[in-house]
């Protein structure tokens, strides 16, 4: 076993950049300390136990799908008025999680910020299984599953087609490129380290399952140009969708006429929104992975302490676009704009809405502070409040709008069933799963990267790397 | 570090010398005379003084887009404690600081033009008006101006505020005032949001008082911070074609303005995509309204040239890195895209005034000229005897030695 010291990097001299990773920190004791993770022979009970219940949880999530396809989508809480219930809430709330990754990979990328290389592998597993989880609320809940390829748009002999002009098209593009383009991305980047795995292996399986997804990655100097090109490149593509996913997701209310979702606003708050919740699902995840797993040299508290700025900064962007869209329902003078958010603080469910503004505006503000931010036990307090503030976020825009519109007498309640609720707690015992099979068989941290960004022998002794440019 | 020599900076530490106090006097004696003579050339019938206060207030929002930009510029580059930008960002102090006299150009549209600006002042037309009655405990005079001098002290304090430490740091070089920066770089852009999306709302958007769109103070913004990085650009050219900058300035910081002058252009184009998309979509008349009046008659031409001209034709300009490493390209892109940006204000302003034409003659040339020239007296002012890049910050070397790989 490696044991890597802990110092601290935390301080913000301007005359020089603090190390990125900590203690004695050359390329041998980056691959002993990640790969031994997923080479250890039986995981720890704890493992287990989680995997345990979420694969329990999952297993009901499946069943209530099931049950939901068996049976129509009665079941479920979805009835007039409020016919986009808990499955579009989950389905926003997950893409949402979904964005802080792709942000880490793609957008830290091309800023050059370096202490990404760390954060980045894990950031991109969570996006995808974010995006799996969101990928199925609205497929299960269009009601006749066996038809949901209809929403794609193939030339068929019906001649029936999908309409162009229905951002709910326009969801299923978006969000299939965006599952498509990031599971590229995390896939290219993790090549160097599979063939790393696969070099190290010691049974014949392990060569062959991790030779195999490798793709023959002998790491020459052409293979490493290729391969920085296509990555940079990938970054590029991804760049986008990091703003384009959410901003078509937002259109999904938007383009409507309903008071409280047709606001200019929403693209670029949806944005935020979404990269606040995947910042704070970031911090959840790695608090407990790096303790767990031994990895505090490499995801050091600098890691978190710019991660919780991020959180910070976005809690900021989301607490203007409230302020601004409550200022404008007053200030446009229409009765049924300035209804819909009287409706949200006073009406039947403000306590959600002022749930809503606690956990996403009020409490990140702990973050002005160094100690919150550069302590685990606050920063995963607050995130975990943050992504129940940012589910409750669309569970207001979505019920509270949808069910009381412009005329009283249509009005109506939302009441939730069991199958809302174990598809919802499911949809987290499927994240988690694949979140801990993740953990378990594949390169947590970016080795290749996280070498790019050490010293490399020439500096003076105590000089880590830094993330200077 | 890479062990290569670092560009001489003693070019930039003597600081610029010569009579420049003078040639801000006299830019400022200009740019008044031609404001004045603007106005009166126009006469007095209620029609010309409208289209000289509307062209004002154009001019008014572009020079001020500049200087706020460059605001925003300055205290987000502390914010992420950036190294490379260090080269420039004295450039971007310099214009941010230009702010604090930005207020008195603001003072003739209170005391003068505000009535042939701002219909919702008149109180005969909120008579009876039911909109305008309900928006009145926001929209009224004493309101509008305590929030006007509350914007102009705000944004006055904050630029003089990093201007003054950053030249007290060209010759002590103390560290602790990169740290006093960095700290107050997030309150500075909290504030610097509200006060920007109020001003915007205030000036701009209430010139249509019973329209609103939440995104509109974002896209002041977004067209501001453009404007603002070609500023810089042109600058950063000119000083160093001048021969005032030497060393602190290298291609690689040219390379760096250019991409994010691309990356400001598509977030431009990405808020004005959001907000008329919305708005087409839903097709509520109470929204709809702002853009049929550009969408009718000439206008219509002029929506489409601010489409292609301010993000399709650019946006493809500036994408081959040989375009940003060029002096000489990139800033025939910053000229380019400070055109469009002038033209977006116009367009956001002008179709209240003139529906059915795109007026452009002496009022508009007159208060371009005028106004920039005592923008300019601002800069060469605040610029004289100062040093033209920070000289003395701790991360001065890691600009210069900064290298753009990919």
């Given at each position: 076993m490696v044991s890597i010291p802990i110092d601290d990097n935390t301080n913000q001299d301007p005359t020089r950049r603090a190390p990125l990773v900590l203690g004695k920190a050359d390329f041998e004791t980056v691959t002993e300390t990640v790969c031994r993770i997923a080479e250890r022979p039986g995981a720890p009970v704890a493992w287990y136990v989680a995997f345990g219940i979420s694969a329990t949880l999952t297993v009901g999530l499946f069943a209530a799908i099931g049950w939901l396809i068996m049976t129509g989508i009665g079941v479920l809480g979805n009835n007039s008025p409020v016919f986009w219930?808990?499955?579009?809430?989950?389905?926003?709330?997950?893409?949402g999680i979904g964005h802080a990754g792709t942000l880490i990979s793609a957008i830290l990328f091309l800023f050059r910020q370096k202490w990404r290389t760390s954060i980045n592998r894990f950031a991109e597993a969570m996006t995808i299984f974010a995006v799996m989880c969101a990928g199925i609320f609205p497929a299960v809940h269009v009601?006749?599953?066996?038809?949901?390829?209809?929403?794609?748009?193939y030339p068929n002999q019906m001649g029936m087609w999908p309409n162009f002009?229905?951002?709910?098209?326009?969801?299923?593009?978006?969000?299939?490129?965006?599952?498509?383009?990031?599971?590229?991305?995390?896939y290219l980047g993790m090549i160097p380290d599979l063939a790393t795995l696969r070099d190290r292996a010691t049974t014949r399986l392990r060569r062959f399952a991790y030779g195999l997804f490798a793709l023959g990655w002998q790491g020459s100097s052409g293979q490493w140009h290729r391969?920085?090109?296509a990555y940079l490149l990938l970054a590029a593509l991804a760049t986008p969708l990091v703003v384009s996913v959410h901003s078509v997701v937002s259109f999904d209310f938007a383009v409507a006429q309903l008071p409280g979702w047709h606001t200019t606003i929403f693209p670029p708050y949806f944005v935020a929104g979404a990269i606040f919740s995947g910042c704070a699902m970031v911090i959840t995840l790695a608090v407990p992975a790096r303790a767990y797993f031994g990895l505090k040299s490499l995801i050091t508290i600098r890691h978190l302490d710019n991660m919780n700025k991020l959180i910070l900064?976005?809690?900021?962007l989301v607490g203007y676009a409230y302020g601004i869209e409550l200022f404008t329902a007053w200030y446009g003078g229409?009765?049924?704009e300035a209804f819909a958010f009287a409706n949200r603080a006073g009406g039947p469910l403000a306590w959600v809405y002022w749930l809503m503004v606690s956990c996403n505006v009020i409490i990140p503000q702990l973050f002005w502070f160094k100690r919150c931010r550069t302590t685990p036990w606050i920063m995963v307090v607050v995130a975990l409040l943050v992504n129940v503030g940012m589910w409750m976020e669309r569970f207001v825009i979505i019920v509270s709008s949808l069910g009381r519109d412009f005329l009283p007498s249509s009005w109506g309640a939302f009441r939730p069933t069991m199958i809302d609720v174990m598809m919802f707690v499911g949809s987290f015992g499927l994240f988690?799963?694949?979140?801990?099979l993740f953990c378990r068989f594949l390169p947590m941290v970016a080795m290749a990267e996280v070498k790019g960004v050490l010293p490399h022998g020439e500096e003076k002794e105590g000089e880590g790397a830094t993330d200077e440019h | 570090m890479k062990d290569k020599a670092l560009p001489n900076l003693d070019r930039e530490r003597a600081g610029v010398t010569g009579p420049w106090r003078a040639v801000a006097f006299a830019l400022a004696i200009v740019g008044v005379a031609v404001l004045t003579l603007t106005e009166q050339a126009g006469g007095v019938e209620t029609d010309a003084r409208q289209r000289f206060w509307a062209a004002y207030l154009v001019n008014f929002g572009f020079y001020l887009s500049l200087s706020l930009g460059a605001l925003f510029f300055v205290a987000l580059q502390h914010l992420v404690r950036a190294g490379w930008s260090v080269g420039v960002r004295r450039l971007a102090e310099l214009v941010a600081a230009n702010l604090i006299w930005m207020g008195l150009l603001f003072l003739p549209i209170l005391f003068s033009g505000r009535t042939f600006l701002y219909s919702w002042m008149d109180p005969s037309v909120v008579a009876g008006d039911k909109l305008l009655e309900w928006k009145e405990p926001y929209l009224n005079v004493p309101f509008f101006t305590a929030r006007a001098v509350g914007y102009f002290v705000v944004w006055g304090l904050l630029a003089w505020f990093f201007l003054r430490q950053s030249s007290r740091q060209d010759a002590s070089g103390d560290p602790a005032l990169t740290r006093r920066m960095e700290k107050l770089a997030p309150g500075t852009l909290l504030l610097f949001a509200l006060t920007v999306t109020f001003a915007a709302f205030d000036w701009f958007m209430s010139l249509e008082p019973h329209w609103f769109s939440t995104i509109y103070g974002v896209y002041y913004f977004a067209g501001a911070i453009v404007g603002a990085v070609a500023v810089l650009v042109l600058l950063a050219a000119a000083m160093q074609a001048g021969g005032w900058i030497h060393g602190a300035i290298t291609v690689e910081h040219y390379h760096e303005l250019g991409k994010l002058l691309l990356g400001f252009v598509v977030f431009w184009g990405y808020i004005a995509f959001s907000q008329y998309m919305l708005i087409w979509y839903a097709n509520i008349p109470e929204e709809s309204v702002w853009y049929l009046a550009r969408q009718s008659g000439p206008w219509l031409w002029c929506s489409v040239a601010l489409l292609v001209g301010n993000l399709f034709v650019p946006f493809l300009g500036l994408l081959p890195r040989e375009v940003k490493r060029r002096r000489i390209t990139l800033g025939a892109w910053a000229v380019w895209l400070l055109v469009f940006h002038w033209l977006d204000l116009y367009w956001l302003v002008m179709p209240t005034f003139s529906p059915a034409s795109l007026p452009f003659g002496w009022p508009?040339?007159?208060?371009?000229?005028?106004?920039?020239?005592l923008f300019a007296a601002g800069i060469v002012h605040l610029a004289a005897r100062r040093a033209l890049a920070p000289v003395g910050d701790p991360r001065m070397n890691e600009s210069l030695a900064y290298e753009n790989l990919g």
């Open positions: 219930g808990w499955p579009i809430v989950n389905f926003v709330f997950w893409v009601g006749r599953i066996w038809l949901v390829y209809w929403l794609a748009p002009r229905s951002p709910l098209l326009w969801d299923v593009l978006a969000i299939s490129t965006y599952a498509t383009v990031s599971a590229l991305f995390w391969f920085e090109w900064g976005t809690s900021l229409n009765m049924y988690l799963t694949c979140f801990l | 508009e040339a007159g208060c371009l000229v005028g106004m920039g020239c």
